[in-house]
Structures are given as structure tokens and as C-alpha cells.
């Protein structure tokens, strides 16, 4: 199994894309592209999990290292665990899914679908990789394309939109790569030369004062991406401008990338810092849960409640993070899963009424489920799935989380945990009145009536996250299984670290 | 002796062949065509870029005044590739302009002399070099004849650049007084770090902080590049300041080693306000090669930064900075050259709705701009990322920081070009552009050398190889 080849699917795709002569064309490459992709991760697994059966219990499988800069010590070097197999997975998915929802681009497709699958190798670089170079190198490759396809293909203030967000997240790969140097000089040195290599720092002790100060940078950096309060002011804004598929990507993979970072990165590699930090980003998240699911109450776009809502649902990954107990880890990471699949629904489904009905603004719709019952089933799904129904993927992630939490001792954490449980109510509150009153009644605009209902590419999209959110929620085993022996070894370096975790 | 001294200056005999044929070409011929000069001018030009490669070898001529190896001739190469890319660039331009020979004997001349700067073993023959590398440039930026911001320019051109150089030479009497010699490899024995040598050193780095357009020297650049035909302004903001950077690598390095805790404090201060500096101004800025003059001041912030450590793997990224910024700068330049030859157009606004008839263009334009501002998978994101690596292994991660901070500035006024590119809605787009053939390759290699200078680890590894010699 040669893990370059996730990267370069993708790549040779979007430049696939760039040699075709029409709209048609790039469609169906991008999708033959992105759905060769899915099935190769989907291969990834399958060997994956036959290696672990096997007995193979190294950390990371089907490494593969190259020098790609021996004079600084910076290596191509790709590698993966469960971990990272569950967001390859849930990249592949999103991804095909994305193409799907956008097969009526008109305008400059070829444009947009390159940018897109830029985006997404990117994506898949940065969850292979072992080195910290590599890395960051794919961290920023996938945000400029978003720039480019909010500003382009957006709608609504989308200039303003796309360079706020350029910006925010590119200070925030800033902050991460003045960590990421210090990280570097801090490494051990053998004959001469720094590491950027992720296991090989890990085995070796940064000092606790640099942890000290490289801890809060590489999790604020990363965390800019996952919406950490207060810098998710990007995410409301970015997220409503952007084209459907954009959104989809922007939510469900983009922001993961961010609790990816803080987990794998600031958290493993500088467990003293993650632990004395950690009231800090128990505190932030903890507001941003609850100030995600408030401010979204106060919404009337679709767009917006979501955007708003995937604050606060964030806040769950983070607040994970933060609690620093191997359950609320596994519950973290199965939340990054669960909510980028149920996000990406969410915003293909708003993204199919918003083409038909030419508003998002709930006063305006109504009686829906009458003129397009299958797109609108969809978007309950969604929304049920988001205020953490059971049987659904977001009940299991947001229930691990709160029982790893309630397992960190400590009034404050107790607190906290309560206070981030509460936070369900109101987004029953808010889930349960956008939903109704778009959906329930009489229709409200006579052209509602005679719009069409989903086609066989949103359909295809819509069912495939559906499976995906569908089967974590019934069998939450599959994902928790592939993902529990690595947050184990995260957790071995965090408690090596930190006495009294466990 | 005779074949020595053929060899180790092989390149200043060639570039002087090409300006003797040239200049006899002006002499003894009526009635020019200016297509065939120029394809002819751009393939001796050529000719003298792969001749950089072959023949090289180190050693020293006239005791020690002027001396090679193989970084420098890595160095001159880069400068030639530069020249010949401008020259690729210039041709739309050229082609109807009345002067085209005078063009070419005054730009081959300043590439001499920075030929003869970069190999100056002794502060007379640098100081040779640099006049004759920064003289005829006033005249170059005059060129555009009809033009009274380009006169304009030229007179401000020569006038800062006298004044560096008096102080530049001022600092060197200073230093001959007190060590007694002007050769480089004897003068390091006679550096006490005595008050007189201290203050001899900053005339020096002053007359070459003005050379490099760092603030607080920096002011003459902004109407300079505006003022100066744009195939000038490209070669001003690239290889006449390489050529700077390569001599105050190796003076830096070698000379004055045994000052280095002064002058990475210098540095310091320069490095800080020429980022800044640089950035704050390029956004206010509505003309386009405005804009890149104060682009190109912050990049050199970045440049100084990786010198600042004082390390091979510092002059390296330096090097190495210098090939991207030289493919990524000349890229975005070729694409406004040929906008101001075929449009006439040279401000921001002009660019809105740029993609509508010209799609390559605004993607070479793009590209170019993205490398600048340092955003992967473009070599610039290497370069910028190496340099300040090696900035950051001094540990002053206050530096660092405005450095990187700094990086995010830049994106936004980068940003707000592609915007007008590819957003901005305009009523009257540029026209769809033909260019010349020879501009067209000169883009095309300016993208594949910043699509793959990064990915071609390679270079890198064989400049950092060069370099530990």
C-alpha cells in the first residue's frame, strides 16, 4: 500500500480536469476522480484493519519516507493510523459528495473543480502526514483555493467573506509555523540536524518552559481552523458566501484539519503544556458551545444557523481535546467525523432548497415538504443528526465526549461538563423551529409548487453521507474500534508526561 | 597565465564580446531590423546563460583583486538567467522603441559590472563594479523618452545613488586608514573592532542597505520603479539587487565576521522596519509597479532575515531565495510589461475584470503573485520558509514573529490584486492581449521555474553543498 498514491489521485485529477475542452468533461472526470479516490481509501481501511488483525502493532502503517530537504532535515514522510484512516475516510466522502451537489456549475467549472480537488489534496497530505514540514506545506495549500472559490462562485458579501477568512486562517498557520520552528530548535539534535519528525519528537522531551510557549501557539493556530472562541468570527461569515460545495468542504473538512492539528500535534507532542493549558481550552470551548448554540437561536438564514451551529459543535472537538481523557480524545475525533458528515449534509441540503427556491431565509419558506419531499427528508435527517438524536452519528460522538469529560476530576470540569450537556436543549430549540417552520404548514409561495425534487447526483450525494452517518450511529464500534488503540497511544504520551491522568 | 585569465573571467569576456558586437552592430549599420536584432541580441544572450555553465573553475587574478569559485559562478548565472529574461520580456516594448541597441550596450554593461562586483576580491574593484553596475542604470531608467516621470526617475536614480555611493566610499578611505589594506582576505587580521573601524563598517552597510532599498534607505525605490520603463524596473528590482545581496553575503560573512554581534544587531533593526515599512506602504499603493517596488522592499526584509543568522544554511536560502524571487517577481513583471506595451495601463484598478478576456495571463499573474507572497505548492513558499528557518535558529523569536506576522500582511495586499483579477467587476476589461512570442516563453519559463524550483530539492541541496566548501 503506497499512501503517495491518496495524494496523487487527486492531484493527477485536477490537472485531468485542466485538459478537458467542456463543462461535461470536468464533471465526470472530477467525479470518476474523486469516486476512484473514495474507493482507494476505502481499500486503505480494509488493509489497514487486515494489518492490525494481522498483529501488526507498529504506531503508524505503510510508512514511507523520502529526504525531500536532508540539509534542514525535512522529509517527505507519510504514515497512518486509525486516526488518520477515519478523516481519509471522511474526506473521500465528503468530496465525491461535493462534486455531486455541484454538477450545475456553469460558470468557469473547470476553474471550480480544480480549485476543489486542490483543496482536497491538500486535505489528504495533511492527515497522512509524519512530518511537520509536510505537514504545514499541505495545511496552506488548502486554504487558498477557498479564497478563490468563496470569492468567485459566492454569493452575498463574498469578497469580504473570502478575504477575511484568507486572512484569519492564514494568521493562524502563521502562529502555527512560529511554533512549529521553535518546536524545531527545541528537538534533540542528532549529527547537527533538527527534526521535523512527528514520532521522533514525540519520543523526545521538549523542555517544559518551550512547551510553554509553543503549546498555546500551535493549538491557537490550529484551533483558528476548528473555530476556536474567539476566532471563529471567519466561520459565520465564510460559510454563508461560499458556493454549496465550498461550504461542504470549508465545514467538513476544512475545520477538521484545525482539530486534527490540535490533537495530533500540540496536544501529543506537548502533553505538560496540553495539561496545564488545558482549563483554557476547557473554558474557551465550553463558551464557544454555548455561545455557538445561543447566537444561532438569533438566526433566520439557513446558512447562518448552521455556520453558527458548527461553532458550537466544534466546541465539542476541542472541549474533547481539552479534557485530556482517552474517552473524551475518542469522542473527540469521533465527533470531527460524525460532524463534518453531518455539516456537509446539512449545507448540500440547503444548498439543493437555496438552488430551487432562491432563499434561505426560514420566514420565507414553508410547507416545503410538500413541493420536495426527498430534499427536505434530507434536511431533517440533518438537522436530527445535528441536535444528537439517537441512531444517528452526533449522539454517539457528543455521548463519548461528556462521559470522557465527567471522568476528569475537578469542580470546574464537572461544571463545565454540565454546562456543555445543556447546550443540547437549546439546539433542540433551535434545530427543531428552523426545521418546522421551513418544512411543516402550508406552503407559503405558490412557486414553491412546482419546483422539482432532487436528481440523481444529489440524491447519490445526500445518500452517501447518510450511510455514513447512519452506520456510525448504529454500529458507533466500527469507528470507536479503529480509532481507540491510537488515542491510547496518544493518551500513553500524555500520561507519561502528567501524573494522575489516566 | 593568458589561458588563467581567460578562463576565471570568462563570463565578464563574453558579456563584453556581446556588447562589442552590439556596439559595432550600432556603428557600422544603417537601417536596422529591429525583430532580427533583438531575437539575435536574445540568443547571444542565450548562448552567454548556457556558456555560464561550462569552464568553470576557482582561482584569483591580479593578486587577489578578483576572484572566482563555484558559488560565484552559480551567482552569475542566476544574474544571467535574470538578464536574459528581462531582455525576452522587453521585446514588445523594444520593437518600436528608437533606441534598442543602447538599450542592450547599457544593460550589458551594468551586468558587468556587477559581475566584476560580485568577484571583487579588494574594496577597489568592488567599488569599480558597483559604479559601473549602477551608472548606467540612471540612464536605462530614462528610456522611456517621452515620458517626464521617467526622466524624473533617472535624476532621483542617480542623484541617491552618487550620494550611496559617496558614503559607501567614505566608509572604505575609513577602513583603509585603520587597517592599512583594501584586500579582503588580509583585511579580517586587521579588524580590532576599534571604534573608527566600527564606524567605517555602518558607512558601508548604509551604502549598501541603500543599494538594497532597506528602510530607512529605501526611499528613492517607489518612484524609481514608477517612473522607469517596466522591463527597467523588473531588472532594477531583481538582478541589480541579487547582484547587491551576493557581495554583502560574502562581505558580511567573511569580512566582517568578527563583527557579527553588531551587525546582527543592525540587521535587526533593518529587518523589522523594512518588513514592515515595506508592507504598510504597498497597500496604500494604486499603481501597479509602485505596489511591486514596495513589494520587493519587504521581500528583501525576508532576504536580510535569513543573512541575519549568519550560518551557511543562511546564505543558502538567501541564494536559493534569490532563484524563486527571481522566476515569481520577473513572472509577475513580464505580465505588466505586456499589459503597459499593448493597454498602456499601469494602475491596480486597470486589472479589475483582468480574467474576463485574458485567462492565462491572469493565472501566470496569479501564480506569480502567490509565490511572492509565499502560499504552497509555489516555490516561494519554500524560499520564504527557509529563510526564515534560518532566521529563526538564532532563537529570537520576537524577530521571527514580526517576520511571519508580517507574511499575513502581505497576503492581504497580494490578495487584493487577485481580487481585482478575478472579483472586481469593471465595465471596460483590458482587451484580449497578443503578446510576442518571445514574451510568451519568457512567462512560460518564469511558471515552470516557480512551479518547480520547489519541488526540485536538488538545487537546494547542491547550492548548500557549494556553500559548506
Not at chain 1, 447562518?304 to 481523557?325: D, E, K, R
Not at chain 2, 560565484?72 to 544571467?80: G, T, V
Not at chain 2, 509577475?332 to 475584470?353: C, M, N, P, Q
Not at chain 2, 492565462?360 to 511572492?372: D, E, G, Q
Request: charged share 10%; net charge positive.
Amino acid at each position: 500500500m503506497n499512501l503517495s498514491l491518496l495524494i496523487l489521485v487527486p492531484l493527477l485529477t485536477a490537472i485531468a480536469v485542466l485538459f478537458c475542452s467542456n463543462s461535461t468533461q470536468v464533471k465526470w472526470v472530477s467525479f470518476i476522480g474523486s469516486l476512484g479516490q473514495l474507493g482507494l481509501a476505502t481499500y486503505t481501511m480494509f488493509a489497514y484493519m487486515g494489518a492490525r488483525t494481522g498483529g501488526n502493532t507498529s504506531q503508524m502503517l505503510f510508512e514511507s519516507r523520502y529526504a525531500w530537504y536532508p540539509a534542514l532535515g525535512i522529509e517527505y514522510y507519510v504514515g497512518i493510523d486509525g486516526i488518520s484512516i477515519a478523516m481519509l475516510m471522511l474526506t473521500a466522502i465528503v468530496v465525491v459528495a461535493g462534486v455531486l451537489v455541484s454538477w450545475n456549475i456553469k460558470r468557469l467549472s473547470k476553474e471550480f473543480f480544480f480549485l476543489l480537488l486542490l483543496l482536497s489534496v491538500g486535505a489528504y497530505g495533511f492527515f497522512i502526514s509524519l512530518d511537520l514540514f509536510t505537514m504545514f506545506f499541505f495545511l496552506e495549500v488548502a486554504v487558498i483555493p477557498k479564497f478563490l472559490l468563496i470569492g468567485i462562485w459566492g454569493s452575498g458579501k463574498k469578497e469580504y467573506s473570502a478575504m477575511k477568512l484568507a486572512l484569519m486562517l492564514m494568521s493562524g498557520s502563521a502562529l502555527v509555523l512560529i511554533g512549529l520552528l521553535c518546536l524545531y530548535f527545541n528537538t534533540t539534535a542528532i549529527n547537527g540536524k533538527h527534526t521535523f519528525d512527528l514520532l521522533q519528537i514525540a519520543h523526545q522531551h521538549i523542555p517544559i518552559e518551550a512547551q510553554r510557549f509553543i503549546f498555546p501557539l500551535m493549538f491557537v493556530g490550529f484551533g483558528v481552523f476548528t473555530a476556536l472562541f474567539p476566532f471563529h468570527t471567519w466561520v459565520p461569515d465564510g460559510h454563508s458566501s461560499a458556493p454549496t460545495a465550498a461550504s461542504m468542504f470549508l465545514a467538513g473538512i476544512s475545520m477538521k484539519l484545525g482539530g486534527y492539528g490540535c490533537l495530533r500535534v500540540a496536544t501529543y507532542l506537548m502533553p505538560e503544556a496540553a495539561h496545564e493549558y488545558s482549563w483554557i481550552i476547557i473554558l474557551l470551548s465550553t463558551i464557544a458551545i454555548i455561545y455557538g448554540a445561543f447566537a444561532t437561536l438569533m438566526q433566520t438564514d439557513l446558512k447562518y444557523i448552521n455556520a453558527y451551529s458548527s461553532v458550537s459543535h466544534c466546541g465539542f472537538i476541542l472541549f474533547g481535546i481539552g479534557m485530556l481523557t482517552q474517552t473524551a480524545i475518542t469522542g473527540a475525533v469521533m465527533q470531527m467525523v460524525s460532524h463534518g458528515l453531518m455539516t456537509a449534509l446539512f449545507f448540500g441540503a440547503i444548498g439543493m432548497i437555496y438552488e430551487r427556491t432562491h432563499t434561505r431565509m426560514v420566514a420565507q419558506l414553508g410547507g416545503l415538504l410538500k413541493a420536495i419531499p426527498f430534499i427536505i427528508t434530507v434536511f431533517v435527517i440533518a438537522g436530527l443528526c445535528s441536535l444528537g438524536l439517537p441512531g444517528f452519528s452526533g449522539f454517539v460522538a457528543e455521548m463519548t465526549v461528556f462521559m470522557g469529560a465527567w471522568q476528569r476530576s475537578g469542580m470546574f470540569n464537572h461544571v463545565a461538563t454540565v454546562l456543555a450537556c445543556a447546550s443540547i436543549v437549546v439546539t433542540a430549540v433551535y434545530i427543531l423551529r428552523a426545521v418546522g417552520s421551513s418544512v411543516m404548514g402550508p406552503i407559503k409561495n405558490q412557486e414553491f409548487v412546482t419546483i422539482p425534487d432532487a436528481r440523481w447526483n444529489e440524491k447519490l450525494a445526500s445518500g452517501l453521507l447518510i450511510a455514513g452517518i447512519v452506520v456510525i450511529g448504529i454500529a458507533p464500534f466500527l469507528l470507536n474500534g479503529l480509532i481507540l488503540p491510537d488515542t491510547h497511544v496518544i493518551m500513553d504520551n500524555i500520561s507519561r508526561g502528567v501524573v494522575g491522568l489516566k | 597565465m593568458s589561458i588563467d585569465f581567460l578562463i576565471l573571467m570568462k563570463s565578464e569576456m563574453s558579456l563584453t564580446l556581446i556588447i562589442f558586437i552590439l556596439l559595432s552592430l550600432k556603428v557600422f549599420t544603417n537601417d536596422k531590423n529591429h525583430v532580427a536584432l533583438l531575437n539575435l541580441t536574445n540568443i547571444l544572450l542565450a548562448a552567454n546563460f548556457v556558456f555560464g555553465f561550462f569552464f568553470n573553475a576557482s582561482g584569483e587574478l591580479f593578486n587577489g583583486m578578483f576572484h572566482t569559485n563555484n558559488v560565484i559562478a552559480l551567482e552569475k548565472n542566476i544574474l544571467n538567467l535574470g538578464t536574459l529574461i528581462v531582455s525576452l520580456q522587453a521585446f514588445d516594448w523594444l520593437k518600436n522603441h528608437k533606441h534598442l541597441l543602447e538599450f542592450y550596450v547599457l544593460l550589458l554593461t551594468t551586468l558587468l559590472g556587477m559581475d566584476f562586483m560580485i568577484s571583487s576580491g579588494n574594496f577597489l574593484m568592488f567599488f569599480l563594479g558597483l559604479e559601473l553596475s549602477s551608472i548606467p542604470l540612471a540612464a536605462l531608467a530614462n528610456l522611456d523618452l517621452e515620458k517626464r516621470k521617467s526622466s524624473e526617475a533617472a535624476m532621483k536614480m542617480i542623484l541617491s545613488s552618487a550620494f550611496a555611493s559617496c558614503i559607501t566610499l567614505f566608509g572604505i578611505s575609513l577602513l583603509y586608514g585603520t587597517t592599512g589594506t583594501l584586500n579582503f582576505a588580509e583585511m579580517p587580521k586587521h579588524l580590532t573592532g576599534s571604534e573608527l573601524q566600527l564606524f567605517s563598517f555602518i558607512f558601508i552597510f548604509t551604502g549598501f542597505a541603500f543599494k538594497l532599498s532597506a528602510v530607512p534607505f529605501h526611499l528613492w525605490t517607489a518612484d524609481v520603479y514608477e517612473g522607469a520603463p517596466v522591463p527597467v524596473t523588473s531588472y532594477l528590482s531583481v538582478i541589480s539587487k541579487g547582484s547587491i545581496v551576493f557581495i554583502f553575503i560574502s562581505v558580511l560573512f567573511t569580512l566582517f565576521r568578527s563583527f557579527e554581534g553588531m551587525w546582527y544587531n543592525m540587521l535587526y533593526l533593518t529587518i523589522v522596519l523594512t518588513i514592515t515599512i515595506g508592507n504598510l506602504f504597498a497597500i496604500r499603493q494604486n499603481n501597479i509597479k509602485r505596489f511591486l517596488a514596495f513589494s520587493s522592499i519587504a521581500q528583501v526584509g525576508y532576504i536580510l532575515l535569513g543573512l541575519s543568522s549568519g550560518t551557511g544554511a543562511g546564505a543558502t536560502s538567501a541564494i536559493y531565495f534569490l532563484i524563486v524571487y527571481t522566476f515569481s517577481n520577473l513572472g509577475a513583471f513580464g505580465v505588466i510589461a505586456l499589459v503597459s506595451a499593448h493597454a498602456g495601463k499601469e494602475e491596480i484598478t486597470d486589472y479589475k475584470g483582468f480574467y474576463a478576456n485574458n485567462p492565462t495571463l491572469s493565472w501566470v499573474l496569479t501564480i506569480s503573485l502567490f509565490s511572492l507572497a509565499g502560499i504552497p505548492p509555489t516555490a516561494g513558499f519554500f524560499g520564504k520558509m527557509f529563510l526564515v528557518t534560518a532566521g529563526a535558529g538564532k532563537g529570537n523569536y520576537v524577530l521571527v514573529t514580526i517576520a511571519v506576522m508580517n507574511m499575513v500582511v502581505s497576503l492581504y495586499y497580494y490578495l487584493r490584486i487577485v481580487r481585482s483579477i478575478f472579483m472586481d467587476k469593471n465595465e471596460t476589461p483590458i482587451a484580449k492581449l497578443k503578446g510576442s512570442n518571445s514574451i510568451k516563453l519568457a512567462l512560460a519559463v518564469c511558471m515552470i521555474g516557480v512551479v518547480v524550483t520547489g519541488f526540485a530539492t536538488g538545487l537546494f541541496e547542491n547550492i548548500n553543498t557549494l556553500i559548506g566548501k
